[in-house]
């Protein structure tokens, strides 16, 4: 659910993922860094079944990309959006409340460009990956857990080795402080009544350690010695690398389960999602280690109330452009961004699928923001990236695309083909091999059957 990732100069991204309205939530999933490149050469990905990898087609010669991204719980959808029941009364002081309005959805413009793209396989075929995670700091590990496994890799992204873990349930996700600290999480969610569980790792990797009391569905890892469980009785911290937790009093809500996570490289700010039975939202901050936090839910949500908060994503900013920091969120009512020191909440232009009806159920299943600015890649930042499903097809949930918005969540485009039929359960914007001039950032795509990417080369204005 929850993803952390750091960018070249100290960002952080932790997003969390939840179907809309299910309160049976996950594991953590993962964020990505990437690191400045010149301009590439486009290559296209190869194809892989589990780890072997066989070349596919050359990808379209045209790179101009159009305008316009945890952990999921299960691929099993709700079959109505959820019944909202108003949030308990709170003491805290949050936003002036603006009038409510509907904010309409953007018209999706899918240019030749875009559209030309294939996903191609990258291994893990048949494999249902709920999460993944990109080690902070510009590398190029990415790390990705299903119910059935736990494995790593490196660009080209793939090769895919298996990580010694015991998981449990039907959900398994991923976080990463540092090159030292992991974590993943596993289960079927609090309402379910079956075991959750969760293991470390201090040394990259090499060895995991359960955490058997801890009860975790999402871990937002904030550095390599800070993070934060959201768990089946509260949010708890650990400061010694998960060695040892506590309770975080100011971050519980009574008759709230808590739903997703994510926390700053700091360790200090932390954002917490809670859900009630009926579906209803609640989003708190803490910017001083969870010592106090103050109830920061928009007010400006249909009906004044926000319902099923199924994604979160911290961002500190990146250099020069510090506007672009802030908490990137999804939910039943849309996209949405708090900008950093500011309890006044945008609703960005929610992005909908060629032929979509617009008034049929519908969720976003992931979010991955990229606000790495990089003069090659002429970047406006933010890049968000994010996708949608809707209930049927044999896994319960059927994909409504990948959409990609340059312009803040103004304008949105579709990115690629290819994944009709698939459930993206998590994405991360994953950096070029950093020993090789000349190459893409690869957009990888977790699903419920196996790993897929798809170059994302410049220019991007």
């Not at 969390?16 to 290559?43: F, H, I």
């Not at 959808?77 to 805290?92: G, L, M, Q, R, Y």
């Not at 999402?218 to 949010?235: E, H, K, L, P, R």
């Not at 459930?423 to 950032?441: F, R």
Request: proline letters at 10%; one cysteine or more; glycine letters at 10%.
């Amino acid at each position: 659910m929850s993803e952390r990732i750091s960018r070249p100069l100290l960002f952080r991204k932790s997003t969390t993922a939840l179907l809309a309205g299910v309160l049976l939530a996950a594991s953590a999933c993962g964020p990505a860094p990437r690191n400045p490149v010149a301009t590439p050469t486009l290559t296209a990905p190869a194809t892989v079944e589990t780890g072997v990898a066989s070349p596919t087609p050359a990808l379209p010669t045209s790179t101009a990309l159009p305008t316009s991204t945890a952990l999921p719980t299960s691929t099993v959808a709700p079959t109505e959006p959820p019944t909202a029941t108003a949030p308990p009364t709170d003491t805290s002081t949050p936003e002036a409340s603006p009038t409510p309005s509907v904010q309409p959805t953007a018209t999706v413009v899918p240019t030749q460009a875009a559209l030309d793209y294939t996903w191609s396989r990258v291994g893990l075929t048949g494999t249902n990956v709920t999460g993944m995670a990109l080690l902070p700091g510009g590398a190029n590990l990415v790390m990705a857990a299903g119910p059935k496994g736990v494995w790593s890799s490196s660009y080209d992204y793939t090769q895919w080795q298996p990580a010694t873990v015991k998981l449990v349930g039907q959900n398994a996700g991923v976080s990463i402080g540092s090159a030292n600290a992991m974590y993943v999480t596993s289960g079927t969610g609090c309402a379910s009544g079956l075991p959750l569980l969760s293991s470390r790792s201090t040394d990259g990797g090499k060895t995991w350690q359960e955490m058997p009391n801890l009860n975790a569905v999402d871990i937002a890892a904030a550095n390599d010695t800070t993070a934060y469980a959201s768990t089946c009785s509260g949010v708890m911290k650990t400061t010694d690398a998960g060695a040892t937790w506590n309770p975080v009093p100011s971050l519980k809500v009574e008759n709230f389960d808590p739903s997703a996570i994510t926390a700053g490289p700091d360790g200090q700010t932390v954002f917490a999602a809670f859900l009630s039975e009926g579906g209803s939202g609640q989003i708190w901050r803490s910017t001083d280690g969870g010592s106090t936090a103050v109830n920061v839910t928009p007010k400006n949500a249909p009906d004044g109330n926000l319902q099923a908060t199924s994604n979160l994503f911290y961002e500190t900013g990146s250099v020069g452009r510090p506007q672009d920091g802030g908490l990137y969120m999804t939910s039943y009512n849309g996209v949405w961004f708090l900008p950093l020191d500011s309890d006044t909440w945008q609703q960005l232009k929610t992005p909908e699928a060629q032929g979509e009806d617009p008034t049929a159920y519908s969720w976003f299943t992931t979010l991955f923001v990229d606000t790495a600015y990089s003069e090659p890649y002429n970047k406006p930042g933010p890049i968000i990236y994010t996708a949608k499903a809707k209930p049927g097809g044999d896994s319960g949930a059927t994909n409504l695309g990948v959409f990609r918005s340059t312009d803040g969540g103004k304008t949105w485009a579709t990115i690629g083909k290819g994944l009709e039929g698939r459930v993206i359960n998590s994405l991360v914007l994953a950096p070029h091999d950093p020993a090789t001039a000349g190459m893409v950032e690869t957009l990888l795509a977790a699903t419920n059957d196996g790993m897929w990417a798809i170059p994302m080369p410049p220019p991007f204005r």
